[in-house]
């Protein structure tokens, strides 16, 4: 049986919503957001892997798009270079 914190990263995995996953672990939604707003806990740091294993595939993608000529990831994949070189510099 899965803890709850790998079922977290699972959910989040599938881009399920903090209120559906507070529901499916029958945890109180407000609480559960709260923990993930804060960003300190083990289900929060598990909620944000989950969500960003699923984009790094999602990127790989939509670059592998680009590289063969999709306009539409191209421009995906220039809005992401626009925003890791604005988190660069604040």
């Known amino acids: 049986m899965q803890s709850d914190i790998e079922l977290i990263e699972e959910y989040a995995s599938l881009f399920f919503t903090v209120d559906e996953i507070a529901m499916m672990l029958d945890k109180d939604i407000q609480d559960f957001r709260r923990e ?5 806990s083990e289900s ?9 294993k699923t984009q790094i595939e999602l990127r790989k993608q939509t670059l592998q798009f680009a590289q063969k000529g ?13 925003k890791q070189t604005q988190s660069e510099h604040g």
């Open 70 to 82: 999709s306009p539409q990831a191209e421009t995906a994949m220039l809005d992401f270079l626009k």
């Open 36 to 40: 993930i707003k804060a960003n300190k």
């Open 44 to 52: 929060a740091k598990a909620y944000w892997k989950g969500k960003l």
